[in-house]
């Protein structure tokens, strides 16, 4: 299978050793129980922040607002996430 992606991928001209982007994610908490992250991300999506989860491979489930590819903009969303009450800290994937 991963052979016939490659063939693809080269036959498309897709460059697959370019880096991954690394994005920038405001995590507001990281719950053992579903329920819990559900709602906390109930909760900031009432209060208009455009929240989702995601599970570790350690089996947490994070609440975590917006994906920046600019540290910037997640230092922002962190300030108005913290006037607002929420504990904050910035995380990055990619």
Do not use: C, K
């Not at 599970?55 to 917006?66: H, I, N, P, T």
Request: aromatic share 10%; net charge negative.
């Amino acid at each position: 299978a991963a052979g016939i992606a490659n063939g693809v991928l080269e036959t498309l001209g897709v460059d697959q050793t370019t880096t991954p982007i690394t994005y920038y994610r405001v995590q507001t908490g990281a719950f053992r129980m579903r329920e819990y992250a559900e709602d906390m991300l109930e909760e900031l999506e009432e209060d208009g922040f455009p929240a989702f989860i995601t599970v570790g491979s350690d089996g947490l489930y994070r609440v975590q607002v917006g994906a920046f590819r600019q540290m910037d903009n997640a230092v922002r969303m962190e300030r108005r996430l913290r006037n607002a009450g929420y504990n904050t800290f910035i995380t990055t994937t990619g």
